[in-house]
């Protein structure tokens, strides 16, 4: 039998915490992490902005950025 195919969420999370930290240090977001399911990072207001998978919190930044402006 074949290998199984990874999944979109299976990467490696530090790599895809870094990428979001690249993409959004810069908009006034900081402390991403990725805890038990719970993608997380903060507004340099002090928001806590959540997702369950990595693109949900990605949206969730969107958003809360384009509120922002």
Known sequence: M???RRGVFDGDEG???AELEEAWAQGGY???S???GTWSAVS???DVLTGDTLDALATTIRAHW???Q
């Open 66 to 68: 384009q509120a922002r």
């Open 34 to 36: 990725a805890d038990h």
């Open 2 to 4: 074949g290998q199984a």
């Open 15 to 17: 790599a895809a915490l």
């Open 44 to 46: 340099s207001a002090g």
């Open 30 to 32: 900081h402390a991403f």
